[in-house]
């Protein structure tokens, strides 16, 4: 398991359902990570491309978009957290609200996710947030309580878990929290975890490379989970330089 206190930010890459050899080449042809910074970039990629992605490592780590809450069994079409692990895998993302919401994953599932991952010396990156209505209807902070409490493990700790502040109704909508909600929002999480550890916390929800900027400045916020900007390569880049 990598130290994450060797780091000072974190940049993910989501590319969710995307992704080609073709493309994979071209990216890693013109991603240019500055090695003397404490920046760490993680490219999460679907499962077919971890292997060719650990192969062309390049300064990135290696991360996964989900995993099996079994370590191994009668499971058709599951992946392991120590199969990832087998293939290079640092970082997994569990609890994406594209998890939740398409396929019914509840905060007790990410939990389980979470424990495997950290048994197979993977970070675990545990996304909550809340929907538009929960916003809208001031239960922000219940949700993000209800979540973070459900869905990180025991053994979680500031050394080998992040947690991804990602509010529901931004995400792929262009739409972004203003720099006082996401503040509070980081805040609110950052004193909940204290409590438990001092958690790393990063921003996801249309991240680009204006709003980014503007991000970064906020001090509570250690980085970001990156999705459809991810894939544009010159975009990402002014996200990361």
Known sequence: MIDLSHFSSFFIANWKLNSSFEFINNFICSLNIDKSSKMCVAICAPYIYLNYLEIKRKDYYLGAQDCSCFEEGAYTGEISA????????????????????YFNESNIKVKQKAIRLIVNNIIPIICIGETLDEKNNNKTQNVLKNQLEESVPESSNQFNTIIAYEPIWAIGTGLTPSLEEIENAHRYIKNLSKKLFNFKIIYGGSVNSKNSKLISKIDIVNGALIGGASLKINEFKQIIS
């Open 82 to 101: 120590k199969m990832l692990n087998e293939v290079g895998v640092n970082f997994c993302i569990v609890g994406h609200s594209e998890r939740r919401q």
